[in-house]
């Protein structure tokens, strides 16, 4: 299985910050996800980080509110832009290895925006 | 468009009892991947299982066992001898593969009483 750390794993911000979070892996992957879990709620698919390119947002996420760096096989980032309490979630990564379609999650970054 | 119903919001039962829980999907896709992964109060999310479209093998694991049937288009995972511990929210999955990410269920929130 996947060793993937996530930094921060929570943190408390004021309206209007940003935010970003990090996602490392052991070792190199295919492909990288984001995903947010609001409170009590089933996780939704922000972005796939796509590797050296723009990534590949979906319905209802835009790049200036979250954008998606990835530049390399092993590491991601993404920011919560000018953040509202609308924001607190949990968000995740999660990674795919080459001839695997298991997708890994990190542990989570708990996200409270006050 | 993909979709996953886990219809059962919430089970309560008696630690020892068996506990099936529904996982029905929907996709054009003729290759695809479902999983099945728990996530516990801590909050991670643990994977626990990966079926194939052209596999339609039960699988069991120790005490957990997963029933796939492709005809009614179901995954569904049942604990035996339920235990204390595996009190968690269990969510269903989706994937087509490369690009996409997964597609959730809602979740159960599964509950064993000592």
């Known amino acids: 299985s996947a060793v993937i750390s996530q930094k921060p794993s929570r943190d408390i911000c004021q309206r209007g910050t940003s935010l970003t979070i990090q996602c490392q892996v052991d070792?190199?992957?295919?492909?990288m996800f984001w995903y947010r879990q609001q409170p009590g709620q089933s996780l939704t698919l922000i972005a796939t980080?796509?590797?050296?390119?723009?990534?590949?947002?979906e319905s209802g996420f835009v790049i200036d509110k979250f954008p998606i760096s990835r530049p390399n096989l092993t590491f991601s980032t993404l920011t919560v832009s000018n953040m509202s309490p609308e924001d607190s979630s949990i968000y995740l990564c999660?990674?795919?290895?080459?001839?695997?379609?298991?997708?890994?999650f990190g542990p989570g970054t708990r996200l409270t925006v006050t | 468009a993909q979709k996953v119903t886990q219809a059962q919001t919430e089970i309560s039962v008696v630690e020892k009892e068996d506990v099936t829980l529904d996982c029905v999907y929907e996709?054009?896709?003729?290759?695809?991947?479902l999983f099945w992964y728990k996530q516990p109060p801590s909050g991670e999310l643990v994977f626990l299982i990966r079926?194939?479209?052209?596999?339609?093998q039960n699988e069991i694991s120790g005490r957990y066992s997963w029933n796939f049937q492709k005809s009614t288009s179901s995954f569904n995972f049942t604990i035996t001898a339920s235990q204390v511990v595996d009190s968690a929210v269990y969510f269903c999955?989706?994937?087509?593969?490369?690009?996409?990410?997964?597609?959730f269920g809602k979740g159960t929130h599964l509950i064993i009483q000592p």
């Open positions: 999660s990674v795919v290895y080459a001839g695997s379609y298991e997708q890994y």
């Open positions: 070792s190199q992957v295919t492909m």
């Open positions: 980080a796509n590797q050296g390119s723009e990534a590949t947002y």
């Open positions: 996709t054009r896709d003729t290759t695809y991947y």
């Open positions: 079926r194939n479209s052209f596999d339609e």
């Open positions: 999955a989706l994937y087509g593969g490369g690009a996409d990410g997964l597609t």
